[in-house]
């Protein structure tokens, strides 16, 4: 079974430019979810998808991050325009319910964003 | 605001010996979930400990919950090179949202 996948692996962009960050959760997962980890800090969460609908996006930065799931498989996390402070490693995890409170996310590898 | 806070920040440690983190976190969990990121890859799920457990082991990581003290402690024993990664323990909300705490950054030398 194929895991998390996130794409690119890497990505370096000019402040002020746009970049989108793509998400393939594991097949039949419904619950998506978007971190970060900015710097070496503590890792935080952006938003979460349950399919489609984004059921908490709470930790969504600014109006300049967008994320979507269109039809409830893949996601993708746009970032419009860069801002040097977004540099850091972006995580995506999935999940299913297991059983009610017990929840195991499946992690991608993250995508490294630079912004120079 | 941080849910789990790590202790220490980072551990540097010799190859066999054990390394010991602690967790800290602020309201009433279900559950509490350790991860580890080694550098450039992504977080790697290690152990959950339930709110009605005391003690977890899995391999040699050891994991202990004291949700009077809201506090976890994870030991790894017998500590080898690949165990160089950032640790972190995490809380989830009832919709699975993780909150993590700050990590540990754990180096194992040879």
């Known amino acids: 079974e194929a895991g998390v996948t996130q794409f690119p692996s890497h990505s370096v962009i000019e402040k002020g430019q746009t970049v989108t960050l793509r998400c393939d959760p594991i097949s039949g997962h419904d619950n998506l979810y978007w971190y970060r980890r900015v710097m070496g800090k503590e890792i935080k969460f952006l938003l979460h998808?349950?399919?489609?609908?984004?059921?908490?996006e709470s930790g969504m930065p600014n109006n300049r991050f967008l994320a979507e799931r269109t039809g409830g498989t893949y996601s993708t996390l746009k970032v419009q325009p860069a801002e040097l402070e977004d540099s850091g490693v972006y995580f995506c995890?999935?999940?299913?319910?297991?059983?009610?409170?017990?929840?195991?996310?499946?992690f991608g590898p993250g995508t490294r964003l630079t912004v120079t | 605001s941080q849910q789990g806070e790590e202790d220490p920040q980072a551990l540097s440690i010799q190859e066999g010996e054990n390394a010991t983190m602690n967790c800290s976190y602020k309201t009433s969990i279900n559950n509490l979930q350790w991860y580890r990121q080694n550098s450039g890859r992504g977080l790697v799920h290690l152990i959950l400990i339930r709110s009605n457990e005391r003690e977890k082991h899995s391999g040699r990581l050891r994991v202990t919950l004291d949700t009077s003290k809201k506090s976890s402690s994870l030991l790894i024993t017998a500590s080898r090179a690949a165990d160089t990664a950032s640790y972190f323990c995490?809380?989830?909300?009832?919709?699975?949202?993780?909150?993590f705490g700050a990590g540990t950054q754990v180096v194992v030398t040879p």
């Open positions: 995890a999935s999940s299913q319910f297991h059983s009610r409170n017990t929840y195991e996310q499946y």
């Open positions: 995490a809380t989830t909300d009832s919709w699975g949202k993780l909150q």
């Open positions: 998808f349950v399919k489609e609908s984004k059921q908490d």
